[in-house]
């Protein structure tokens, strides 16, 4: 089964920073859109960045210019660099991969369990 295990998240100042990092293991064939969501209590989920296999980038307005979605195909391995924090960014934020498990199939998304972040003096 293909699994993402997301790091990074934590307890933050407002105008500090945090780099989220999510790894994709298991037995897959490639991955596609990579991004990251985010959840606050009592919200729905919402998207945070999207990032392509090329590097093609997307952001919520909420985000651009303070986060960067990165990604490093070598390592399967997703980025959210999240600078200017503030307290409305405060989340549960979520892995997501779209994810290939064979030449056969169509891809299908994958999530991580989160990882909280916290924006507080």
């Known amino acids: 089964q293909v699994q993402l295990v997301e790091s990074g998240g934590g307890l933050v100042q407002p105008g500090g920073s945090l780099r989220l990092s999510c790894a994709a293991s298991?037995?897959?064939?490639?991955?596609?859109?990579m991004g990251w969501y985010r959840q606050a209590p009592g919200e729905e989920r919402e998207l945070v960045a999207t990032?392509?296999?090329?590097?093609?980038?997307n952001y919520a307005d909420s985000v651009k210019g303070r986060f960067t979605i990165s990604r490093d195909n070598a390592k399967n391995t997703v980025y959210l660099q999240m600078n200017s924090l503030k307290p409305e960014d405060a989340a549960v934020y979520y892995c997501?991969?779209?994810?290939?498990?064979?030449?056969?199939?169509?891809?299908?998304?994958?999530w991580g369990q989160g990882t909280q972040v916290t924006v507080s003096s």
């Open positions: 990032v392509t296999s090329g590097g093609s980038a």
């Open positions: 298991g037995s897959f064939f490639s991955i596609a859109t």
């Open positions: 997501c991969a779209e994810v290939r498990r064979s030449a056969l199939f169509r891809a299908t998304d994958y």
